[in-house]
């Protein structure tokens, strides 16, 4: 580039504090300041204002002329280059630039939403998307990205991460830079983890110890779920604090972990209905902690101390009776439900049923139960088994993986995390003599996109824009941050993901970004590659490389009352509202009880004739016609004593003259 075109550049790069494009001092009106748009499901900057960028007017083409007369060299270039867009070859881009950043262009790619797929340029400034469409104006010093032949979609969304979470006397070893990372590498740009209390501890101080060991290290956008780990009033007060000043909408109740972090019913009742007056989603870990702690002191009792214990310890049922009491629990009271990590195929199966039946329930499968299976538990080395154990556990059944694809496929799941919350070998090792004490957990915020995309899209299950939903769109709109995230729109905040479709790699522990030594996915061959990432606007992964910035990422809040949640909740219950009989008062005798519950006189005496519904005969005597029942359970001869002996004595017109007493 010669001096006086990078001159012309960095005299357009200058930028207005409200508006980059304006340019002071060739006479154009000053744009109208950035304004806030409202949607259906929450605010999108610059959702109504004019997308069109600056384009010189005859006036500043002028005054650039003007100045020719100077400097005819000099400003011959700055016009050509303020009415042209410049292409920058993808070797002389100065990657760090001001005007690399702040103004990209992806152009020629296929543009992929969760509702529709078309062929279409993306132009990018300042974080946000400005225009989507063909033969976009755009102004000079802007970056082009060639994506011909690529899919461009939004950025994924993983719903379930523990990042450096203290965890079974040790702290996952995948903090908040490499983990995050690790993710953009993947594809994923935002995470949303998991601040979880003790037992005891006040949920806000768990929340600002998470944002504290967060905001100096993520590399994406991150949200937080609380944990409520135990229950009191003062629980309650801080759910409030959380949802109207800290921006947390979805709380997490463990149906496991007995003795650290279970709820038992009465708890998780509660919990539910504070989250639906505050508006917010609630979530559950449905395993049985009860059934579980009995299982494995009898397996240890066995002599089974192995990884293959954990799986033993807590089969499929235990997770399907633990969900469907969850939903239970929370469609009585009204509640909205999110199950995480739906590991088994009769787990999926009874959030499918209540979805059909009508529930506000929503089912989150995870890489780690779409992409293997726990057949790995039973390997012969320790360190193997051991890297697979997580809770609930991969299942036995290599079914699964297929089946729990299907479901996320047809609609009858809907979002997938990772619980990605890794150990080391070494950590895995405090339960070399003792299942129990293995820290559970596996990685998969790298690897979930392309698992994903190979386990789905590849083999035919879902298209391009199920896939978009299943790992981004539906995730966004759950948790009420859509469109902001997870839509290719403008004024969407510019995270997206150029794929390449038909590219291969081979996951491995060697070559993936994560700190932790082992990987589940080992070895598996997949297709589709986030060939270039970006993030806030800024390419932060190209062709492989990896140039994220620690602390780059912001904390996103999640407004509660989500249309998408709540709208159905608040419309069924005026419809389904009980309703009072209206009758005649009861104006018949009332029993009178003494102290103890039991009426004064003992037994309820019954009149003889309330038996009788027919009269006597003519001589006087019982009419064999009528009966003897009455609903109390009394007969009419109750008070005659009962008879010791009965004698029968035959007709005397009978055939045989035996008599015969029967005692």
Not at 321 to 337: G, H, I, K, S, W
Not at 416 to 439: E, H, R
Request: glycine letters at 8%; hydrophobic letters at 35%; a negative charge.
């Amino acid at each position: 580039m010669s001096a006086g075109l990078r001159r012309a550049s960095r005299h357009q790069e200058e930028k207005d504090d409200e508006v980059p494009q304006w340019i002071p001092g060739l006479g154009q009106d000053k744009p109208k300041p950035r304004t806030l748009g409202t949607s259906f499901f929450g605010y999108v900057p610059d959702a109504f204002v004019e997308k069109t960028p600056y384009l010189p007017s005859e006036q500043s083409a002028d005054a650039l002329k003007k100045e020719a007369a100077v400097e005819p060299v000099k400003a011959a270039e700055q016009v050509a280059d303020s009415l042209e867009q410049e292409i920058v070859p993808r070797d002389s881009i100065e990657r760090n630039g001001q005007s690399a950043q702040n103004r990209l262009l992806i152009k020629g790619g296929r543009v992929v939403n969760d509702d529709m797929m078309q062929d279409a340029d993306v132009y990018i400034e300042d974080g946000i998307i400005k225009q989507v469409g063909t033969n976009l104006h755009t102004p000079g010093g802007t970056r082009v990205i060639e994506a011909k032949g690529h899919l461009v979609m939004p950025g994924g969304i993983d719903t379930h991460t523990h990042m450096q979470m203290p965890f079974m006397g040790t702290q996952a070893i995948d903090d908040f830079y490499t983990g995050t990372r690790a993710a953009l590498a993947g594809g994923t740009t935002m995470i949303m983890d998991f601040a979880l209390p003790q037992r005891g501890e006040s949920l806000i101080e768990a929340f600002h110890r998470w944002r504290t060991w967060a905001d100096p290290k993520v590399c994406c956008d991150y949200a937080i779920h609380v944990g409520v780990t135990w229950w009191s009033d003062k629980v309650a007060q801080e759910m409030e604090e959380l949802t109207n000043e800290q921006g947390v909408n979805s709380f997490k109740m463990f149906m496991a972990y007995k003795d650290t972090w279970q709820l038992n019913d009465e708890e998780l009742l509660e919990s539910f209905k504070r989250c639906k007056e505050l508006g917010a989603l609630a979530q559950v870990h449905a395993e049985n902690g009860d059934v579980i702690k009995e299982n494995s002191k009898k397996l240890l009792e066995l002599g089974i101390t192995g990884p293959e214990g954990h799986e033993m310890s807590r089969p499929e049922e235990v997770e399907a009776e633990a969900t469907n009491r969850a939903c239970v629990l929370a469609n009585q009271v009204n509640c909205p439900l999110y199950v995480v990590h739906v590991m088994s195929k009769s787990a999926a199966d009874v959030v499918s049923s209540k979805r059909k039946q009508g529930h506000v329930v929503f089912g989150e499968p995870i890489a780690a139960s779409l992409g293997t299976d726990g057949t790995h538990h039973y390997h012969k080395c320790w360190r193997h088994a051991a890297g697979h154990v997580m809770g609930p556990p991969l299942r036995p059944d290599s079914s699964t993986p297929k089946y729990l694809m299907d479901l996320l496929a047809n609609g009858d799941l809907q979002t997938t995390g990772t619980d990605n919350c890794t150990f080391s070998a070494a950590q895995k090792a405090l339960g070399k003599d003792d299942f129990t004490k293995i820290p559970n957990g596996v990685n998969g915020v790298e690897d979930r996109m392309s698992v994903i995309w190979e386990k789905g899209v590849v083999s035919g299950k879902m298209d391009p824009c199920r896939f978009v939903a299943v790992t981004s769109t539906n995730a966004a709109k759950i948790f009420n941050i859509y469109p902001k995230k997870g839509r290719i729109a403008v004024g969407s905040d510019a995270d997206i993901v150029v794929w390449n479709p038909h590219a291969t790699r081979v996951i491995s522990a060697k070559t993936h970004h994560q700190a932790v030594d082992f990987n589940i996915f080992e070895g598996m061959e997949v297709h589709g590659i986030a060939e270039f990432v970006v993030c806030h606007g800024r390419v932060v992964v190209e062709e492989g490389e990896v140039r994220a910035i620690s602390g780059m990422g912001k904390y996103v809040p999640t407004p509660v009352f989500n249309p998408h949640v709540y709208g159905r909740l608040e419309e069924r219950e005026r419809a389904n509202a009980p309703c009072k009989v209206e009758r005649a008062p009861y104006e018949g005798p009332v029993a009178q009880l003494n102290g103890q519950g039991m009426q004064e006189g003992g037994i309820i005496p019954v009149q003889q004739e309330t038996f009788y519904t027919r009269g006597p005969t003519r001589s006087g005597g019982v009419n064999l016609h009528d009966s003897s029942f009455h609903v109390s359970g009394r007969q009419r001869d109750d008070d005659l004593l009962p008879r010791t002996s009965i004698k029968l004595v035959t007709s005397p017109n009978s055939s045989s003259s035996l008599l015969g007493t029967f005692w």
